[in-house]
């Protein structure tokens, strides 16, 4: 209702609604109704004009990223091989000792999955929140397919006595329901216990949450060196005159449109410990052939080459802002008396801050997504959440947790940009 | 990330099925022109049917990803062995009769004729690689570095190191560094002491460790002089040795050798032609072939003698090979079944080990 009250034709409608004999057409019609279908008309053609890139949007990228997250909280690999203990599982509490029925229903569905060769699924699901649990349930599923007799508690214990394994139990009980909020836990360094409550994993084993900070940490940092480098040149390039900031331009994009391994490579070059800067400062005699500076494979080299390959995402949306900001403004202030300083605090920044806040937040989002730039300059204290999640995508194939990390990782994101319309405003962006 | 689903869409796109055709995802690199020179191109030549190859960063990851979209375009893929055992439990790859595979030339039978566990239910081995130990000649004038143990011994050898980063293959250096003889290095990593004492072997040289990620970093770190020694694939140092003349030189004492070979995706779109490619490519001549481009030994025993020289060099390639009985002294076979079960555990003990 309040939208409608804002609609300068809605408003028209409601009071045709209201007199109805009064508003009509020139053939009689209410003119409300032969509004709404003009209207609908020319909705329905701006419709089907967005209407392929809608659908475009749609199947290429809304789709696949929806399938992909719903993986970190949907993982059937348990529960739909295993559908007798699952069942068992469902009916008695957490911590329930297995009774002969759950022994008679894992036998069953082990034989069934072993069948099926779906053992392998079953076990990788378990393995997920017990390590060296697959090869139980594959080999396992070996044996059984040479035949089991009852009792199977006394059978199963036989082939493997991890079996009898409280953890075991606790796991297949977290993965009897394909809907699981264990692959978060994992993500924040949590599991649950036997008891089923949700403690912290081993100190040895604490990862995400430690990289998670990490990553938003860094991308601060990067966001704020880019600032601090681009604020200048940006000024300079919307100063300059045309012939001379076109040039300076053309330095500031051709790096852009550089490949980004190329860059990340040319870093490796110049900061390694035999790389061109080193040898520089050993020439000039700055510091001994012993002492060469530690400047890449660590997070100094992360920091490095992020921000340089992330700076032209701050310059373009300032310069962008400052081409518009009128000189006449400052001179106003500097002839009312205000010193340089404070003529560019109070009235050069603050029109400069729309580019800022885009700039900011492009090289923001982009830092705290990036992948390979830390995976190639990073070394062992440069590593960001974006590494993992790529590990678990490509080595442990265990994608339900790659998707949670990710899922966690846009979530945040959300939370920010959120944070900064409440704080900015959105509509303040500026993007060029 | 981006990448993957975008090679995934675009294999997706092209993958039309024709008639005769085998469609073929390797590697790419000096591996996958070893699979077109010495399997692709002969196969075409003699069967008319066409092989069409593409290239991606692991096969293992398009596979799963086809399989369960199910749209799959590849008929046979080149993946590692462990892989190859997750997607066969998975049920993400077809069952390949041992039954197709062809018999030595002296009329062995196939099976007794691949090195164990070449063949398993969906997996036929085409090459043995290995992690070995290499350093740069020029970085040591005197003693010059032999075993694992060397590796760990900054005083004796000094200079940065560089390892893959990543669990597998740094905690079995680890523990033969440590002392451990190679048949006991498994048995040791299932206990965590065995665990905490391959973490306490790496401690010593954390420091002056620099982690490589792509395989071809190592020969280039150890090129500008970075490091002056480096755990690497074999393959990799072998190139910038032979085909750049750079002074490496190649430690095979503690070597952990593992296969790669083809699986064939369930559901492939040619699968008798994919069938036949893999009988006909597992054949001792053709692997003996592709052993002469790249320094992978054939996983047949009646291959390895088949072996001639290094392509377009007058050089014999058997001494390169990790399958040859001189660098096999001290080899671990890497223990797949250990890695499929641990791999998530170890790793992520790792990178907090890492990051700490």
Redesign the interface.
């Known amino acids: 209702m309040a939208n409608a009250a804002l609609d300068p034709h809605a408003a028209i409608a409601t009071t045709a609604s209201g007199a109805p004999d009064r508003l009509t057409t020139a053939d009689g019609r209410p003119l409300v109704r032969a509004l709404a279908r003009s209207q609908s008309k020319a909705r329905r053609r701006a419709f089907l004009l967005v209407a392929p890139l809608l659908a475009f949007i749609l199947i290429t990228f809304v789709v696949?990223i929806g399938q992909m997250l719903q993986r970190s909280f949907h993982n059937d690999g348990f529960s739909a091989n295993m559908p007798q203990i699952s069942a068992w599982f469902a009916e008695t509490p957490a911590g329930t000792v297995p009774d002969d029925a759950a022994w008679t229903a894992l036998a069953a569905d082990l034989t069934a999955s072993a069948e099926?060769?779906?053992?392998?699924?079953v076990?990788?699901r378990i393995?997920?929140d017990l390590?060296?649990?697959?090869?139980l349930f594959?080999s396992t599923g070996r044996k059984v397919r040479r035949g089991i007799e009852p009792p199977y508690r006394d059978a199963l214990l036989e082939m493997d006595e991890d079996w009898g394994d409280p953890q075991l139990w606790s796991a297949m009980r977290g993965a009897s329901s394909a809907v699981t909020g264990n692959f978060y836990l994992a993500a924040v360094d949590r599991t649950r216990d036997e008891a089923g409550k949700i403690v912290q994993v081993e100190e040895?084993?604490?990862?995400y949450v430690?990289?998670f900070w990490?990553t938003f940490w860094l991308s601060g940092l990067i966001t704020a060196l880019t600032f601090v480098l681009g604020f200048p040149i940006a000024h300079l390039l919307a100063t300059l005159p045309m012939r001379k900031s076109n040039l300076l331009m053309i330095l500031v994009l051709l790096p852009f449109w550089t490949s980004l391994l190329v860059r990340t490579t040319s870093w490796m070059v110049l900061l390694?410990?035999?790389?061109v800067i080193n040898d520089i400062l050993v020439w000039l005699g700055i510091i001994g052939d012993g002492q060469r500076l530690q400047m890449i494979?660590n997070q100094t080299g992360t920091i490095i080459a992020m921000t340089h390959i992330l700076l032209p995402f701050m310059i373009l949306p300032l310069y962008s802002v400052m081409r518009t900001i009128n000189p006449s403004y400052v001179r106003a202030a500097r002839s009312l008396g205000a010193t340089s300083w404070t003529a560019f605090r109070r009235i050069y920044f603050p029109q400069t801050l729309p580019g800022l806040g885009a700039g900011a937040m492009l090289v923001f989002i982009l830092a705290v997504g990036y992948?390979i730039t830390p995976?190639?300059v990073g070394?062992?204290?440069g590593?960001l959440i974006s590494n993992?999640?790529?590990?678990?995508?490509?080595?442990?194939?265990?994608?339900s947790?790659?998707a949670a990390l990710a899922a966690l990782l846009l979530g945040a994101v959300l939370a920010l940009y959120w944070l900064y319309d409440r704080l900015v405003g959105v509509d303040n962006l500026k993007l060029g | 990330m981006k990448r993957i689903l975008m090679l995934g869409t675009a294999i997706g796109l092209v993958g039309a099925p024709a008639m005769a055709e085998v469609n073929l995802l390797s590697w790419g690199g000096a591996y996958g022109n070893s699979h077109l020179e010495a399997y692709a191109k002969p196969f075409m030549a003699e069967t008319g049917t066409e092989v069409v190859m593409s290239d991606a960063d692991n096969p293992a990851t398009p596979i799963k990803a086809q399989v369960e979209a199910g749209n799959v375009s590849i008929d046979v893929a080149s993946v590692e062995y462990a892989d190859a055992v997750r997607l066969c439990d998975e049920g993400l790859v077809e069952p390949i009769d041992p039954a197709i595979l062809k018999a030595a030339d002296d009329g062995t039978e196939a099976m007794d004729d691949f090195i164990e566990g070449a063949v398993t239910e969906c997996f036929v081995g085409t090459d043995v690689y290995s992690m070995v130990l290499a350093f740069n000649d020029d970085a040591f004038s005197d003693a010059k570095p032999a075993t694992p143990a060397d590796f760990f011994d900054l005083e004796g050898f000094p200079g940065k190191r560089t390892m893959r980063k990543g669990a597998k293959f740094n905690l079995e250096l680890a523990l033969m560094a440590d002392g451990v003889p190679a048949a006991d290095v498994y048995a040791t990593l299932d206990s965590d002491e065995g665990v905490d004492r391959a973490f306490a072997k790496l401690d010593s040289i954390k420091d002056e460790v620099i982690w490589w990620e792509a395989g071809a970093q190592p020969p280039q770190l150890l090129a500008d002089g970075e490091v002056s020694m480096a755990y690497a694939f074999n393959g990799r140092i072998f190139n910038a040795a032979q085909a750049d003349g750079q002074p490496f030189e190649i430690i095979w004492d503690g070597q952990i050798y593992e296969m790669e070979g083809w699986v064939i995706p369930a559901g492939a779109p040619n699968m008798e032609d994919a069938m036949e490619f893999v009988a006909w490519t597992t054949a001792p001549a053709p692997q003996a072939r592709a052993a002469e481009f790249i320094s992978y030994g054939p996983p047949r025993r009646s291959a390895a003698a088949m072996v001639g020289n290094i392509e377009g060099t007058d050089q014999p390639m058997g001494p390169h090979l990790p399958t040859t009985d001189a660098n096999m002294t001290n080899a671990l076979g890497s223990d797949l079944e250990f890695w499929v079960d641990h791999d998530a555990e170890l790793n992520e003990r790792f990178n907090a080990w890492l990051a700490g």
């Open positions: 696949p099926a060769r779906s053992i392998g699924v076990g990788t393995n997920y390590a060296g649990s697959r090869s594959t040895n084993r604490r990862i430690t990289l990490r390694q410990q035999q790389g494979y992948y995976a190639l070394g062992s204290s590593q993992m999640i790529a590990m678990h995508m490509t080595d442990t194939l265990n994608w947790m790659a």
